[in-house]
């Protein structure tokens, strides 16, 4: 397990603020050189720390208008099998399995109502193993 020193955590949070941050700007902010920063992020990378560089999308924009976390109850023989086939739905952007009151949690991402509860009904519904669906519609995000 790796534990990032001062600079590393400075680096992170950076990089988590904009992933677009050049080494060079990172390097001016921390006072260090741009070869120092680039060895740091590649450590990080090659560590697993960084999994990856990616973007942040509004799905308003997008005409999405409808955002739900739902939790999948399942057969528990079925757990593996069931998250896998959620991860194939475009419309899911996150699968986890959980403890808690669902075992699988999921994130979606629609048109609006009508086109989730077709999701919901016609593909997550359809799936074998799944024994229960429980979708909570989000109203609004106030932190990423």
């Given at each position: 397990?790796?534990?990032?020193?001062?600079?590393?955590?400075?680096?992170?949070?950076?990089?988590?603020?904009?992933?677009?941050?050049?080494?060079?700007?990172?390097?001016?902010?921390?006072?260090?050189?741009?070869?120092?920063?680039?060895?740091?992020?590649?450590?990080?990378?090659?560590?697993?720390?960084?999994?990856?560089?990616?973007?942040?999308?509004?799905?308003?924009?997008?005409?999405?208008?409808?955002?739900?976390?739902?939790?999948?109850?399942?057969?528990?023989?079925?757990?593996?099998?069931?998250?896998?086939?959620?991860?194939?739905?475009?419309?899911?952007?996150?699968?986890?399995?959980?403890?808690?009151?669902?075992?699988?949690?999921?994130?979606?991402?629609?048109?609006?109502?009508?086109?989730?509860?077709?999701?919901l009904s016609e593909k997550i519904g359809?799936?074998?193993?799944?024994?229960?669906?429980?979708?909570?519609?989000?109203?609004?995000?106030?932190?990423?």
């Amino acid at each position: 397990m790796l534990i990032p020193d001062e600079i590393d955590s400075k680096i992170l949070q950076m990089l988590e603020k904009d992933g677009r941050s050049s080494f060079n700007e990172i390097a001016k902010k921390l006072k260090l050189s741009e070869s120092a920063i680039r060895k740091r992020v590649l450590a990080l990378q090659s560590k697993g720390v960084i999994k990856k560089f990616t973007i942040q999308v509004d799905p308003a924009k997008l005409g999405l208008h409808s955002v739900a976390i739902v939790g999948v109850d399942v057969e528990p023989t079925k757990l593996l099998e069931v998250a896998q086939k959620l991860c194939d739905i475009s419309e899911i952007r996150s699968v986890a399995t959980s403890t808690g009151d669902h075992m699988i949690m999921t994130e979606i991402w629609t048109k609006d109502g009508r086109e989730l509860t077709r999701l919901l009904s016609e593909k997550i519904g359809a799936i074998e193993g799944v024994k229960k669906i429980c979708p909570a519609i989000i109203l609004e995000k106030f932190k990423e």
